[in-house]
């Protein structure tokens, strides 16, 4: 089977390489080139898989670079996960997100009709389309209300998607995934930042961890158990929509304590609002409410209902919500001592 990942040099890149890996895929890894020549979370693969990827050098933006590519390699599956993906960064940078998200998608989707039509191809849709969800928990028939310029970039390639699927027969699979995490997690979302910060800080290599809403509330999983769906929805019957998520919701703040519970820290919180700040059992101020972390508007209503994944795939996230955690600051940990 050969497949062609764009968003390889990502985090479900990352954790998508391995099981196509073991599964035995050919793997073609779209990659942007980048003036240091990295290629992200390609490097930290085994070798082993690392020599078996194929990188082809290419910008989602490039419509013709999609078109040579489909039409040479006619790829069993294509998982498209290349996406400006940082929500904050959406409002700041609206017009270029649209550009990548809406354009690149429409790209990637046009070549695959045009010239590899029994192409698989899966999108990488968000639960961050929701908005502000009407009703909770939210599955495939929940509406839509995005709240940010990613979201709608988002929505747009969903509805792109649904659209080439019923006008032209082709085999497409949208996963509406919920948050997940990990150690190769990017390192401004919020997971990633504050198990960075809490290994530095018990290492003695960073005082405070300035966060935004501690209040606000995400279903969090583990990017492992998500890939796995990914493979399943283009691997069972036909090209569907299918939610993915943990079906359980957890605040900042409990991550924050949970993550320095993992080096022996209890954190307790003084103050409010933006003053809020929390300090360990001999008094030093670790956490700190910074308001430039603020989003202009916050979704923080999310809660997956997997149900149908759940009963037609078969999926289920694995990871608790403690384990991802553990398992985040572990990695961090070795990574702060190894420098
Ligand atoms: P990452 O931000 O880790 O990876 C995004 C990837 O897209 C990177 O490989 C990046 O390359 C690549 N990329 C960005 N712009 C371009 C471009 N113009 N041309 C080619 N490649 C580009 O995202 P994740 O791995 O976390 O997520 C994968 C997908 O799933 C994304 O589409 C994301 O929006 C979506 N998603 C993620 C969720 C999550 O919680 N992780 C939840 C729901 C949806 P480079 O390394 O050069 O930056
Ligand atoms: P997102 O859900 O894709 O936007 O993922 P993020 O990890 O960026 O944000 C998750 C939630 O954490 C959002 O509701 C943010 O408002 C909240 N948050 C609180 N403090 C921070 C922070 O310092 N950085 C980021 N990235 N998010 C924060």
Same mark, same amino acid.
């Given at each position: 089977?050969?497949?062609?990942?764009?968003?390889?040099?990502?985090?479900?890149?990352?954790?998508?390489?391995?099981?196509?890996?073991?599964?035995?895929?050919?793997?073609?890894?779209?990659?942007?080139?980048?003036?240091?020549?990295?290629?992200?979370?390609?490097?930290? %693969? #085994?070798?082993?898989?690392?020599?078996?990827?194929?990188?082809?050098?290419?910008?989602?933006?490039?419509?013709?670079?999609?078109?040579?590519?489909?039409?040479?390699?006619?790829?069993?599956?294509?998982?498209?996960?290349?996406?400006?993906?940082?929500?904050?960064?959406?409002?700041?940078?609206?017009?270029?997100?649209?550009?990548?998200?809406?354009?690149?998608? %429409?790209?990637?989707?046009?070549?695959?009709?045009?010239?590899? #039509?029994?192409?698989?191809?899966?999108?990488?849709?968000?639960?961050?389309?929701?908005?502000? #969800?009407?009703?909770?928990?939210?599955?495939?028939?929940?509406?839509?209300?995005?709240?940010? #310029?990613?979201?709608?970039?988002?929505?747009?390639?969903?509805?792109?998607?649904?659209?080439?699927?019923?006008?032209?027969?082709?085999?497409?699979?949208?996963?509406?995934?919920?948050?997940?995490?990990?150690?190769?997690?990017?390192?401004?979302?919020?997971?990633?930042?504050?198990?960075?910060?809490?290994?530095?800080?018990?290492?003695?290599?960073?005082?405070?961890?300035?966060?935004?809403?501690?209040?606000?509330?995400?279903?969090?999983?583990?990017?492992?158990?998500?890939?796995?769906?990914?493979?399943?929805?283009?691997?069972?019957?036909?090209?569907?929509?299918?939610? %993915?998520?943990?079906?359980?919701?957890?605040?900042?703040?409990?991550?924050?304590?949970?993550?320095?519970?993992?080096?022996?820290?209890?954190?307790?919180?003084?103050?409010?609002?933006?003053?809020?700040?929390?300090?360990?059992?001999?008094?030093?101020?670790?956490?700190?409410?910074?308001?430039?972390?603020?989003?202009?508007?916050?979704?923080?209503?999310?809660?997956?209902?997997?149900?149908?994944?759940?009963?037609?795939?078969?999926?289920?996230?694995?990871?608790?919500?403690?384990?991802?955690?553990?398992?985040?600051?572990?990695?961090?940990?070795?990574?702060?001592?190894?420098?």
């Amino acid at each position: 089977m050969k497949s062609i990942i764009t968003g390889i040099s990502g985090q479900d890149g990352f954790f998508l390489s391995k099981l196509l890996f073991e599964k035995n895929y050919e793997i073609i890894g779209i990659v942007r080139r980048n003036s240091s020549m990295t290629t992200g979370t390609i490097e930290k %693969l #085994p070798h082993e898989i690392k020599e078996k990827i194929r990188i082809e050098y290419g910008d989602l933006t490039d419509a013709g670079f999609f078109a040579r590519l489909l039409e040479r390699e006619k790829p069993d599956e294509l998982y498209h996960l290349a996406a400006q993906s940082f929500v904050g960064y959406s409002f700041q940078n609206p017009a270029s997100t649209y550009d990548v998200n809406i354009s690149g998608t %429409l790209n990637v989707v046009n070549a695959v009709k045009e010239y590899s #039509p029994n192409t698989k191809l899966y999108f990488a849709a968000t639960s961050e389309m929701f908005g502000q #969800p009407e009703s909770t928990p939210q599955n495939e028939e929940t509406s839509f209300k995005p709240r940010s #310029p990613y979201a709608v970039s988002k929505l747009a390639g969903f509805w792109t998607m649904k659209t080439y699927r019923e006008a032209y027969g082709m085999f497409i699979s949208n996963g509406i995934l919920f948050n997940h995490e990990s150690e190769v997690r990017g390192p401004e979302f919020v997971t990633r930042k504050i198990s960075m910060a809490v290994s530095r800080i018990k290492n003695g290599k960073q005082l405070v961890l300035e966060l935004g809403n501690l209040n606000a509330r995400k279903d969090w999983g583990y990017a492992k158990d998500y890939v796995y769906g990914m493979w399943q929805m283009l691997n069972n019957g036909t090209g569907d929509d299918y939610v %993915l998520g943990t079906g359980e919701l957890h605040t900042v703040r409990e991550f924050v304590e949970i993550a320095f519970q993992e080096v022996g820290i209890k954190i307790h919180w003084e103050g409010e609002n933006e003053n809020e700040i929390g300090l360990s059992d001999d008094g030093k101020i670790l956490v700190k409410v910074n308001k430039a972390f603020f989003r202009p508007l916050e979704s923080d209503n999310y809660l997956a209902d997997a149900s149908k994944a759940n009963n037609k795939l078969k999926w289920k996230s694995k990871t608790s919500f403690k384990e991802l955690i553990k398992l985040m600051v572990k990695s961090d940990l070795q990574q702060t001592i190894e420098k």
